[in-house]
């Protein structure tokens, strides 16, 4: 008779081969869940290399459109994108500008794609602002909520008719999915989705993403007043539900790593769409380490964004996204 109980092998039995393993694996996370961030910048010649993204870059329209085309091949059918415009002011006039960068880029890519992939734009002001807050400021130097939900409508509705699939208020203004949701309606477009940036924290995760965008915030101040206190769990579950309510098609969580406890409370309470953001800081830790030859880069970010997935997240946002597909592929 073995002296191993037939039971306690079971488990190890199904992890003996590559192709076992495959068969029973429980999470898998699909080119089809990946959804690549990409910038986009106004008065480039060539594509320019951002420093603490290794493998990012400001992109031209027509770099642009190559990136899409070639994530498109690979299977990742879906993009949101960042707007670098040549000029800031304090109301953001091209976040909501029909000819603004992201405008253009839309439309020159929706001609050239079409219904091929899903087209996501940012829905903020803090590329656009010289002062570098989400919204527009009063005359005390406090994010004026209300003022900015006006913005955001007129940007909504620009980003809608240059052909935005889904819109995505990542500004964390109170009220903003009700009245984007508002807006798009009045103006004629029901179809067009809200992807909404429902908890978002005051992450320290963020410094090579403002980079990639030119941002910093006049005065050394931060956005801690209306972003989320990364000490507190409960009040996500408030202001995703408060989203919901107002019409959100799909709920985001981010960052995604740090926050695994708050994407599967997320994801246990709603009915909608999951998604989580894989920052800028998530992503540049992986590539410094492996860089340094401490990890191996690629199964690292795999078994990240499987975290993520298995976590609840039906769709990831990760700077991953083109180079993982060949992974994901082999």
Known sequence: MSAVNPPERRPRRLRRTPALRRL?????????????????????????????????????????????????????????????????????????????????????????????????????????????HCGLLTSSGTVDNDATLVRYQETAVAQATAGADLVAPSGMMDGQVGAIRTALDDAGFHEVGILAYSAKYASALYGPFREAVDVEIVGGGDRRSYQQDPANRRESLLEVALD???????????????????????????????????????????????????????????????????????????????????????
Not at 37 to 60: C, D, K
Not at 74 to 99: I, N, Q, R, Y
Not at 305 to 322: E, N, P, Q, S
């Open 24 to 132: 029973v694996a429980e999470t898998r996370v699909t080119t089809a869940d990946l959804i690549a961030p990409l910038f986009v910048a106004e008065e480039l010649s060539e594509p320019r290399p951002i420093a603490s993204l290794p493998g990012q870059f400001q992109h031209t329209i027509d770099s642009l459109v190559a990136e899409v085309g070639s994530l498109i091949d690979l299977g990742v059918t879906s993009v949101t994108l960042f707007g670098l415009p040549a000029k800031k002011d304090a109301v953001g006039s091209g976040a909501s500008d029909p000819e603004g960068i992201v405008q253009v880029a839309l439309r020159r890519l929706k001609a050239e794609f079409g219904d091929a992939f899903v087209a996501i734009p940012d829905l903020c002001l803090d590329e656009y602002t010289d002062h570098g």
């Open 244 to 330: 919901v309510e107002q019409g959100a098609d799909i709920v985001m969580v981010k960052p995604a790593m740090t926050y695994l406890d708050v994407v599967a409370d997320v994801a246990a309470m709603v009915d909608v769409p999951v998604a989580a953001y894989h920052v800028s800081g998530e992503y540049s830790m992986i590539k410094a380490a492996h860089e340094n030859g401490w990890i191996d880069g690629d199964a690292v970010a795999l078994e990240q964004l499987t975290a993520v997935k298995r976590a609840g997240a039906d769709m990831i946002l990760t700077y991953f996204a083109g180079e993982i597909a060949g992974v994901l592929d082999a």
